[in-house]
């Protein structure tokens, strides 16, 4: 069945470090993958997507790296700052005849401390 | 910024009792979807609207539910007869083209089912 799920449930950070939120997928037919942010009483923000064609895509600070090899997403936050404090979700699309639906992973909560 | 926007955001309901919940998604989005997210677990795919009608639900979207869009602006999800388990925040959410996964989540009504 699909699945998507996270290696770490926390993950504390001194700012100005670089962060690595790691997640899992077992849906080999998932071609689209998605990172999204949710602060405390806010919804999901995208942060960067990625096809499954690509290994790795860079935003403002952010990266994703996809190992299809192993089924495994990552997102690297580059030079943590406070306001990166959330849990973050890792999402996939496709496979299975969907188009629309999103699966959500678990997710990590990101805490970074001054 | 565009943003989703959702009321109420805190909605108390007896059980057995019908809810709406409202969205008003980003204006020149085609794409409409509700979610859910129990405390503490994951962001689950209720349904996803286009063109008028359902294009996907999931096994948690039973007859209990349904969406609408009376209108060119409101998007709607109901819940006929309350239950305790469906005590959750709900999001909504809008997207541009089918098959890409960015969507934009609105900041969530917190239902709770006495």
């Known amino acids: 069945g699909e699945s998507v799920g996270l290696h770490l449930p926390t993950l504390s950070v001194q700012e100005g470090d670089n962060s690595i939120i790691n997640c899992a997928y077992s849906?080999?037919?998932?071609?689209?993958f998605i990172w999204y942010k949710q602060e405390s009483g806010k919804g999901p923000q995208f942060i960067i997507d990625?096809?499954?064609?690509?290994d790795k895509r860079q935003g403002q600070r952010v990266t994703v790296l996809l190992n299809k090899t192993v089924k495994h997403l990552s997102l690297q936050i580059a030079a943590t700052q406070p306001g990166d404090s959330a849990v973050y979700f890792c999402a996939e699309k496709g496979g299975g005849g969907s188009n629309y639906k999103l699966t959500f992973g678990k997710g990590t909560l990101l805490t970074v401390n001054p | 910024e565009p943003e989703v926007t959702q009321t109420p955001s805190h909605q108390v309901t007896q059980m057995g009792q019908e809810v709406i919940l409202r969205c008003v998604p980003i204006s020149n989005h085609l794409y409409f979807y509700w979610y859910r997210q129990i405390l503490g677990q994951k962001v689950e795919f209720l349904v996803s609207?286009?063109?008028?009608?359902?294009?996907?639900k999931s096994e948690i979207f039973d007859d209990q539910f349904s969406v609408e869009r009376p209108d060119g602006s409101n998007f709607t999800l109901k819940i006929r007869s309350t239950k305790l388990e469906d005590s959750a925040m709900y999001f909504c959410a809008s997207s541009e083209p089918l098959g890409r996964g960015k969507l934009f989540f609105g900041s969530g009504t917190q239902l709770s089912v006495l």
């Open positions: 849906n080999s037919a998932s071609d689209y």
């Open positions: 990625i096809r499954s064609n690509m």
């Open positions: 609207f286009y063109n008028n009608e359902i294009s996907e």
